[in-house]
Every structure is written in structure tokens, then in C-alpha cells.
């Protein structure tokens, strides 16, 4: 546009009445989030400023941010100033292979892929009148790979929670089910670009007898660097032992494993306590969904509580958190339930963060692990 056609006819004034023209620059999330915005009194300006920010170079440019406008200044040099795409795949757990089309401004550069396990289910026992124990299961393991280059469809894998063994019979046991592995870029775990062991499902005895906890998915077992799922809480035998699920692992550290124990016990925490909160030593004690990684709502998932003889209106053991959190345990000693059920581990997920074509903007922070 000719300068005619936008400066203002009327003299600016820096500090005085804001009654002339002004652009303002906003830097949002790919959700519509604003991180940054600035009023510019000088179209010169804002196109210097704009130039800079989108070819990468506002870092180097001190100058910029020394300008009689933008009036606002939200950060000291040298600045952060980015955009941030991410994708979390979720829907459709446990039905089998699915397909992710690459959008078109992804870029190679800076981007993480991040992949959770799915929890192992929590294991039962139940027994009239006599001792019994029951542990929680092992949370999954997380796997990540950066610096990816993808194009067109890419194959993935999001497991669905394992289930809580259960009975129907007094004097039985089940153990719960193992959590399914979840991977990204393939067909399979072993040819993926990226992948996730899931936890193993807890334990049931008869008797006081000491007994483990579900084993938490091993990160050297995937594909791509990673952090170990918390294994579930031993107990060492006990009138009525009900150990605490394993939290999965996460960006950061291993997955906590359940409280051992006689009694009831607590679940441990996803990604070594910055994940979900592992869920209370009750019969609704559920584990935490995990809100840690980059975009602040996914995250590794703590792991179910121990479950309590018995809840009115439930006879479940407690759930494991979002995403790979496993299952707590349910043991009843007494003429309780005859349906009993251990509980469900947390499903798998896929995180992905990338800087978008256009929005790589210097100092970015990503994902850590």
C-alpha cells in the first residue's frame, strides 16, 4: 500500500492520547491462545518487527526491541517470542492400527514425538473368612524421538487401558490383563519410528502369602529413548493386602511405583511425580490424569489406588490415570462381593509438538526428556 493510504495524518505522540492509528502484532497457539502481543505506532516499525519475527532473526536484533513502539514489552532480550503445534492422538484406543496425515506446514526441525503405554489392569482375589491380597498393575513406559521427517500418512497405534482381572467366586483369584503396547510410524512396535511397552497386569493370592505387584513397561523394550512404568506395590501378605498401582513413565523421569504394604496403599505418580497423582489408598481412590507435557491437558497417568473391601455401589477396583497409568487392586477377605473386578489401567496416547511452517521463531522451548 502506498503510505498514504495508512500513516496517520495527525501527530503521534509516544506518551500522550492514544486517538491515532496503531498496529498491533499477536502471536497465538495453534488453539487461538494469545503469548504475545504489541501496539505499533509506525507501520515501518511493525513491518521491521513482523520481518524479524517470522524469518527467525528477533533474537539477533536487539534494535527491535528498542524501538519507540511497540509501547509493550513483555520480555527481556535475548527474547522468546513462538508458536507451537501440537497433536495428540487419543480416540479410538484398542481398535487397532490408524492413520495420521501429516499437515502441511510441519517441520522436521525441533519436532518431538512422544508415545505412553497403556496401563496393566489391577489384579483381584476374594476369600470368606480368610486372608487374601491383591496388587495393582504396572504403568507404561514412554518413548520419544525428535527430529523426525514425516510426509503423507503415517500408521499408529493407541492402546486401549488393560483390563482388571475378575471373579465371580468366592475363594478365586485373577490376574489383571496386560496394557498394549503404543507406537507411531508403522504397523508394528519393532518397525516404528517411535513406541511404548505397555505394564503388566497385577496379582491375586489366597492366604497370607507375600506376593508382586504388576511390572511396569521398560523403556529399552520400545523404540526411542525413554523412562521406565512404575511397577505396582508389593504387599507381604496380610489379613486383606490391596496394593497401589505404578504411574507410567513420562517426558521427564520413570513412572513412581505403588506403595508395598500390608493393608491398603497408595498409587504411584506418572513421570516421576510431574504427572497424574497417583490415586488414594480407597475404593475410589483413582489415579490422576497427567497434564505435564507441552500443551498443559496430556500427561503421564498415575496409578489406581488400593481398593477397599467394598464400596457401596461399587465393587471395582480404582482406575489408573490418563494415559498409561495402571489399575488398582480389589481383595474382599469377608462374604463380600462375588463380582469383583480389578481396576482398569489407563489407555495409551501419541503426543507430537512441532514449530509450524512460519511460526519458527527463535528460542522456542520444547518438550524435555
Known amino acids: 500500500m502506498r503510505r498514504c493510504e495508512w500513516s496517520p495524518s495527525q501527530r503521534r505522540h509516544i506518551y500522550g492520547p492514544r486517538d491515532e492509528f496503531y498496529w498491533v502484532i499477536t502471536a497465538r497457539l495453534n488453539d487461538g491462545h494469545p503469548v504475545w502481543s504489541g501496539k505499533f505506532l509506525d507501520r515501518d516499525d511493525a513491518d521491521a518487527f513482523l520481518l524479524a519475527a517470522v524469518s527467525g532473526s528477533l533474537d539477533v536484533e536487539p534494535p527491535l526491541w528498542r524501538l519507540p513502539s511497540p509501547e509493550y514489552f513483555p520480555f527481556d532480550y535475548p527474547a522468546t517470542w513462538y508458536v507451537v503445534t501440537y497433536v495428540v492422538l487419543s480416540s479410538g484406543a484398542g ?40 496388587t495393582g498393575g504396572g504403568g507404561g513406559a514412554a518413548n520419544r524421538i525428535t527430529n523426525r521427517p514425516l510426509s503423507g500418512s503415517t500408521t499408529y497405534n493407541v492402546p486401549a487401558g488393560g483390563a482388571g482381572g ?77 496394593t497401589g498401582a505404578g504411574g507410567a513413565g513420562g517426558s521427564v523421569a520413570a513412572g513412581v511405583a505403588g506403595t508395598s504394604g500390608s493393608g491398603r496403599t497408595t498409587g504411584g505418580a506418572g513421570d516421576g511425580g510431574s504427572g497424574g497423582a497417583g490415586g488414594a489408598a480407597s475404593g475410589t481412590g483413582t489415579g490422576g490424569n497427567g497434564t505435564e507435557f507441552g500443551d498443559g491437558a496430556t500427561g503421564s497417568g498415575g496409578g489406581g489406588g488400593g481398593g477397599q473391601l467394598f464400596v457401596a455401589g461399587t465393587n471395582s477396583g480404582p482406575a489408573g490415570g490418563l494415559y498409561g497409568g495402571g489399575g488398582g487392586s480389589a481383595a474382599d477377605g469377608s462374604s463380600g462381593p462375588l463380582n469383583l473386578t480389578g481396576g482398569l489401567g489407563g489407555q495409551g496416547v501419541v503426543f507430537g509438538q512441532y514449530r509450524p511452517l512460519g511460526g519458527a521463531f527463535p528460542n522456542m522451548p520444547m518438550l524435555g526428556m
Open 95 to 134: 481398535t487397532g492400527n490408524q492413520s495420521f496425515t501429516t499437515p502441511i506446514d510441519y517441520v522436521t526441525s525441533g519436532s518431538t514425538w512422544l508415545t505412553v503405554g497403556a496401563g496393566g489392569g489391577g489384579g483381584v482375589s476374594n476369600n470368606s473368612g480368610a486372608a487374601v491380597c491383591a
Open 166 to 242: 475378575n471373579i465371580v467366586a468366592v475363594g478365586t483369584i485373577a490376574t489383571g490383563s496386560a496394557g498394549a503396547d503404543c507406537w507411531f510410524g508403522a504397523t508394528t512396535l519393532a518397525s516404528a519410528f517411535v513406541g511404548s511397552k505397555g505394564g503388566t497386569g497385577g496379582n491375586g493370592v489366597l492366604g497370607n502369602s507375600a506376593i508382586s505387584g504388576g511390572t511396569g513397561g521398560v523403556a529399552a523394550s520400545g523404540v526411542g529413548a525413554g523412562n521406565d512404568g512404575g511397577s505396582g506395590g508389593s504387599t507381604p501378605g496380610g489379613a486383606v493386602g490391596r
